[in-house]
């Protein structure tokens, strides 16, 4: 079993950016395949962004696409989320999850329920 703990939410006007972490402990994050998902309030989880066991290939909600990067170190068990151009609609708790199914080009996991490890969430919030 894997332990997700994400960082790095806060505060930013529209237009910054901010960096989230999400550190795996238990076992080795090469293992599965990672996502980012967000939720606002009154609103259901909605997913972000994904990318591979080895980092070769990632996957963008189009909301967030040219504007976050999903990317992962695994001999520091990290994967992180570059977020750009933030907009007051970015605004949520932001989830990072594990998924240990392996899957193939062009496939990705979009599903909440997909994913098998869920960290605590960290707030993100932009300001107009």
């Known amino acids: 079993q894997v332990q997700l703990v994400e960082s790095g939410g806060g505060l930013v006007q529209a237009g910054g950016s901010l960096r989230l972490s999400c550190v795996a402990s238990g076992r080795t994050l090469s293992r599965y395949t990672m996502g980012w998902f967000r939720q606002a309030p009154g609103k259901e989880r909605e997913f972000v962004a994904a990318?591979?066991?080895?980092?070769?290939?990632?996957y963008y909600a189009d909301s967030v696409k040219g504007r976050f990067t999903i990317s992962r170190d695994n001999a520091k068990n990290t994967v992180y989320l570059q977020m750009n151009s933030l907009k007051p609609e970015d605004t949520a708790v932001y989830y990072c999850a594990a998924d240990e199914s392996i899957y193939y080009s062009p496939s990705f996991p979009v599903k909440a329920s997909e994913y098998d490890y869920w960290g605590q969430g960290t707030q993100v919030t932009v300001s107009s």
């Open positions: 990318i591979s066991r080895s980092g070769g290939r990632t």
